[in-house]
C-alpha cells in the first residue's frame, strides 16, 4: 500500500516546469490544437519556393531598421540650418526632415548602416516580389485554388512600390524632391481635376509645408500597416491551400511530399532568416545607397542630370521619357498627353500581368484545382505571355535610365530613345514568337527523350560500318515526371444549329474564347506528348532508329 | 682588393660593369645637363608670342586658319582669349584632328605646358578676351564650400550630375564628368563655355562664385572627400543602386536559397 501511494502522490505531485508553462499557456491561448494541426504540416522542397521567403525576411527587416529611423527622423518641412558635421553643407537652410537626415547618416551611432540596410532591404525586398510572382506566374501556380493569393502578392507589389516611393521621398533631397515633382506633373496632368488634386495633396502650392509629413504617415503607419495584414493573409491562405510542388514520381494533386514545418522547416527558415539579414546587411555595409548630402537639399529651382526614381518606379520614368511631348490646346485649357498618356498606361502594364491568371481560366474554362506546378515549357503561350510583359517592362526600364545607357555606352540619347519607342511595341512580339517556339522546341526534346531515351555520348559502330549513338532509356521516375503535365484540348464553340435544327446564336465572347483556346493549344502551340502506345512501339525491340 | 680581383672572371663581373657605367653617365648627365624649365618665364612676351605663331602654323591653322580667322573646319580665334586656349589644349582637347563623334572629347595634352602658354600668347595678341586666371583665382583659400555648392546645383548639376559626375546631352553629346580635371581648367570652362556648356562669365558668376564651386567639387569629388557610405557605384544614383541590388542583392540572396535547398533533411535510402 505504501508504495502504491508514494506512487499516487508522485503522479500528482508538481509536473516539471516547462509542462506547466506550456500548459497554462494552452488553457488560455488554444495553442495545443493549433501547433498539433500545423506543427507537421509538409513543406516541398525547391530553391524557388523559398523566394516569397526572401521577400518575408527582407520585409521584417525593413520593419525593424525603419522603426530605428523613426526615433531619429523629423518628418518637418520647417526651415533649418545645418550645422551637423558634414562640411560642405554648414551654413545651408533646409528642410527639418533632411537636416535629421544627415543627422542619421553623420551624427547618430550606426545611423548610416541602418539607414543603408532600410534602403538596399527596400529594393532586394521589391525584387524579390517582382522575382516570386514571376516564379509563380510561370508555374501556373496562381491556378485554382490561388487566385486570390495571386491578388495579394500582386497588391503586396504595388503597395511595396509605392511604400518604397514615399519612403525614398521623405528626406527631402535633391533627388527625391525631384521624384515628388515629377509626381505632382503627373497629377497635374489629370484633366479637370489635376489642379485639385495636386493642391489636395500637397496642401497647397508645390511643395509647400506638408508632404513631408504626409508621407511620412503613409509610408510608416498606412501602407506597411495594410502590407503587414495582406502578408499575413497571403501566409494563411498558403496554410490553407497547402504548398505547390513540381510533377514527380509520388506527387500527386492530392497530396504534398516535402520536410514537416517542425523542426526541419523552422530551423530552416531561421537559418535563413539570418543568411538574408546577412547578405543585406554586408551589401549595406559595403556599397553606398542614396547618399543625400551629396545630392543636397531640395529646392524646386534646382534639378540634376541622373534623376531617376527607386528601380520599381523605373518603369514609370521609362514611360514619360519615351513619350513624345504632345499636349493639345483647347479653349484655353492644355491637356497636356505627354504626361496624361503615360499616367495611364502606368497602371495598364500592372495590371496586364496582375488579371491574366483570370483570362486563362476563362480560356481554359477549367475550374478543377490545380496543385501541381506547370514546367513553363509546358504552357508555351503562358510563358510566352509572361516573356513578353517582362519584355515590356524591361525596355522601360532601359527607357528611364536612357541618359545612363548614352553616356556609358557612347550612344545618343535621342536613339535610346528612338530603340525605346519602337522596341516597347514590337519587342514583345518578337520575345512572344521565339519564347513559344522555344518552349515547343522544349516539348519536343522532351518528347524525344521520353521514346528514344538519353544520348549517351557512346558511338557503336554497326558490323556493316554504320555508326550510331548509343541511347540509354530513361528511368521510370524520369519518364513519369517528363510526361504528367495534363494538356487542354481546344474548345469548340459547340454546333451551329440546336436540337431543333434552329440557327443557334453564337455570343461574340463565345468565338473570341474557342479563337483563343485554338491560339492557346492547338498543335500549332503544343507539342502532343508520347502516349503508351509510341513508347511501347518504339521499345518494343526495333532497335534504336 | 684581392677579393675584388678574384673575382673579376665571375660569369657576372661584366654585367655589374656595365651597369655601374650606365649608373655613371647618367647621373653626370642628370647633374650638368641644362635645367630644360624657367625657358617660357625668361622669354619676352613678343618672343613667346612669335613662339606661339610657329606652334600655331603646325599645329592649328589647318582648321583654324592661318591667322586665326577660322575657316569651315574650325571657328575663328580672334577674341577667344588665352583661358579658352589654355583649357582647350591644356585638356588635350585640341588639336582636335584625331577626334571622332559629337564632341571632341578630353584626351592627354600633347604639348607642354610652356607651349600652351605660347599658343595663349599668340592667340590673345589677336584679339582681347577672357585670361588665363591665376593660381590665386581658382585656389581654394578664401572659398565657402556650402556657399559653392548651392550654386553648383543651381547651375551645373542639371548636366553635370549632383556630384560633377556628368550627364547625356542630345545626340551623342554628353556633359563630361569633373573628376580629375584640374581647378585651373574648371575655371577656364565656366569663364569660357566650351562646346555645349554656356560661359558664366564674371558678370553672371562672380570670381568669388567660381571659387566657391571649384572648392565644392575639391570637398565632394577628390580623394580627399568624406563620402562614407562605402563603395560609390558610379555615383550615379538609382540606376546603378538598382543594378547592384538586383544582381548582387537578389542573385546572393537566391544563390543563398538554392544552397539552402540543397542541403535538405533526406529520408535515409533504404
Redo the contacts between chains.
Keep these: 500500500m505504501s508504495t502504491s501511494a508514494t506512487n499516487e502522490s508522485r503522479s500528482r505531485g508538481k509536473a516539471p516546469a516547462g509542462e506547466r508553462v506550456a500548459d497554462w499557456a494552452d488553457g488560455r491561448l488554444g495553442i495545443y490544437s493549433l501547433a498539433k494541426a500545423n506543427m507537421r504540416k509538409i513543406f516541398p522542397d525547391h530553391w524557388s519556393f523559398m523566394l516569397g521567403e526572401v521577400c518575408m525576411y527582407s520585409f521584417i527587416i525593413i520593419i525593424l531598421t525603419g522603426v530605428y529611423l523613426t526615433l531619429f527622423f523629423h518628418p518637418s518641412m520647417n526651415e533649418v540650418q545645418y550645422h551637423g558635421s558634414y562640411v560642405p553643407l554648414q551654413g545651408q537652410m533646409m528642410s527639418e526632415a533632411f537636416s535629421s537626415t544627415l543627422h542619421i547618416s553623420f551624427d547618430v551611432r550606426g545611423g548610416l548602416l541602418i539607414r543603408q540596410i532600410h534602403h538596399w532591404a527596400a529594393l532586394i525586398f521589391i525584387a524579390g516580389m517582382f522575382v516570386h510572382m514571376m516564379r509563380v506566374f510561370f508555374t501556373g501556380a496562381f491556378r485554382k485554388p490561388r487566385e486570390v493569393n495571386w491578388l495579394f502578392g500582386f497588391l503586396l507589389l504595388v503597395l511595396g512600390m509605392f511604400t518604397g516611393f514615399t519612403g525614398y521621398s521623405l528626406p527631402d533631397d535633391l533627388l527625391s524632391g525631384t521624384g515628388v515633382r515629377f509626381m505632382e506633373g503627373a497629377v497635374l496632368s489629370v484633366p479637370i481635376v489635376g489642379t485639385y488634386l495636386s493642391f489636395f495633396l500637397f496642401g497647397g502650392e508645390f511643395p509647400g509645408g506638408d508632404f513631408v509629413a504626409r508621407f511620412y504617415s503613409i509610408h510608416i503607419l498606412l501602407l506597411p500597416g495594410i502590407m503587414l495584414g495582406l502578408m499575413v493573409a497571403h501566409l494563411i491562405l498558403v496554410f490553407y491551400h497547402k504548398h505547390t510542388q513540381f510533377a514527380g514520381p509520388g506527387k500527386t494533386n492530392n497530396n504534398v511530399v516535402g520536410m514537416p514545418l517542425l523542426p526541419v522547416y523552422m530551423a530552416k527558415a531561421g537559418g535563413f532568416f539570418f543568411l538574408v539579414f546577412g547578405v543585406i546587411a554586408v551589401i549595406a555595409a559595403i556599397a553606398q545607397i542614396n547618399p543625400i548630402w551629396a545630392m543636397g537639399p531640395y529646392r524646386p529651382d534646382q534639378v540634376s542630370t541622373g534623376a531617376q526614381p527607386d528601380w520599381y518606379m523605373g518603369f514609370s520614368e521609362g514611360l514619360i521619357r519615351f513619350m513624345p511631348g504632345w499636349e493639345i490646346n483647347l479653349w484655353g485649357h492644355t491637356l497636356v498627353l505627354g504626361v496624361f498618356i503615360p499616367l495611364v498606361i502606368f497602371p495598364l502594364v500592372l495590371v496586364a500581368i496582375a488579371v491574366y491568371p483570370f483570362i486563362e481560366s476563362w480560356v481554359t474554362g477549367d475550374t478543377r484545382e490545380h496543385h501541381i506546378l506547370d514546367r513553363p515549357r509546358n504552357a508555351p503561350t503562358r510563358t510566352a505571355f509572361g516573356v513578353a510583359w517582362m519584355t515590356v517592362y524591361f525596355t522601360l526600364l532601359i527607357g528611364g535610365g536612357n541618359d545612363l545607357w548614352a553616356t556609358h555606352f557612347n550612344l545618343s540619347i535621342n536613339a535610346v530613345t528612338w530603340f525605346v519607342r519602337i522596341f516597347v511595341f514590337v519587342g514583345p512580339v518578337l520575345t512572344f514568337l521565339a519564347t513559344k517556339r522555344i518552349c515547343l522546341g522544349l516539348q519536343r526534346r522532351d518528347k524525344d527523350k521520353v521514346l528514344h531515351g538519353r544520348e549517351t555520348g557512346i558511338i557503336k559502330r554497326l558490323p556493316h560500318g554504320e555508326f550510331i549513338e548509343v541511347h540509354e532509356p530513361l528511368s521510370q521516375e524520369q519518364l513519369h515526371t517528363l510526361t504528367a503535365h495534363e494538356q487542354y484540348t481546344p474548345a469548340e464553340i459547340g454546333p451551329a444549329v440546336d436540337e431543333n435544327g434552329v440557327e443557334r446564336k453564337v455570343k461574340g465572347a463565345e468565338k473570341l474564347r474557342a479563337k483563343l483556346s485554338r491560339a492557346y493549344f492547338d498543335e500549332d502551340s503544343q507539342i502532343p506528348k508520347p502516349t503508351v502506345e509510341e513508347y511501347k512501339e518504339i521499345t518494343s525491340g526495333h532497335g534504336h532508329h | 682588393m684581392k677579393k675584388l680581383s678574384a673575382r673579376r672572371r665571375h660569369p657576372l663581373a661584366a654585367v655589374v660593369v656595365l651597369l655601374l657605367a650606365l649608373a655613371a653617365t647618367g647621373g653626370l648627365y642628370a647633374a650638368f645637363a641644362p635645367a630644360s624649365k624657367a625657358q617660357a618665364d625668361e622669354t619676352s612676351q613678343s618672343l613667346s608670342i612669335e613662339e606661339g605663331k610657329k606652334l600655331y602654323e603646325v599645329g592649328c591653322a589647318s582648321c583654324h586658319g592661318s591667322g586665326g580667322q577660322g575657316s569651315s573646319d574650325g571657328p575663328s580665334l580672334v577674341g577667344v582669349g588665352s583661358a579658352a586656349v589654355d583649357f582647350q589644349v591644356g585638356t588635350g582637347r585640341m588639336p582636335a584632328a584625331t577626334s571622332q ?2 564632341q571632341v572629347p578630353r584626351k592627354k595634352a600633347i604639348y607642354s605646358q610652356a607651349e600652351i602658354d605660347q599658343l595663349a600668347a599668340y592667340i590673345a595678341s589677336l584679339g582681347a578676351g577672357p585670361a588665363k586666371p591665376t593660381s590665386e583665382q581658382y585656389s581654394k583659400d578664401g572659398a ?4 559653392g ?2 550654386l553648383f ?2 547651375n551645373c ?7 560633377g ?8 553629346k ?2 563630361p564628368t569633373l573628376e580629375g580635371v584640374a581647378p585651373k581648367h574648371i575655371y577656364e570652362a565656366m569663364l569660357t563655355g566650351p562646346q555645349n556648356m554656356p560661359s558664366f562669365p564674371d558678370t553672371t558668376l562672380s570670381e568669388q562664385n567660381k571659387k566657391d564651386i571649384i572648392a ?1 567639387l575639391h ?2 569629388d577628390s580623394g580627399e572627400s ?8 558610379g ?12 544582381i ?3 542573385g ?3 544563390a ?3 544552397w ?3 542541403r ?2 533526406k529520408a535515409k535510402k533504404s
Excluded at chain 2, 165 to 172: D, I, M, P, R, S
Excluded at chain 2, 227 to 233: A, D, R, T
Design positions: 563623334g559629337a565657402d564650400i556650402a556657399k555648392g548651392e546645383r543651381t548639376a542639371q548636366c553635370h550630375n549632383f556630384t559626375k556628368g550627364g547625356a546631352l542630345t545626340k551623342g554628353y556633359a565644392y570637398a565632394i568624406t563620402n562614407p557610405g562605402g563603395l560609390e557605384l555615383g550615379l544614383g538609382p540606376v546603378t543602386e538598382g543594378l547592384f541590388a538586383w548582387f542583392g537578389l546572393a540572396l537566391i543563398v536559397a538554392v539552402v535547398a540543397a535538405t533533411a
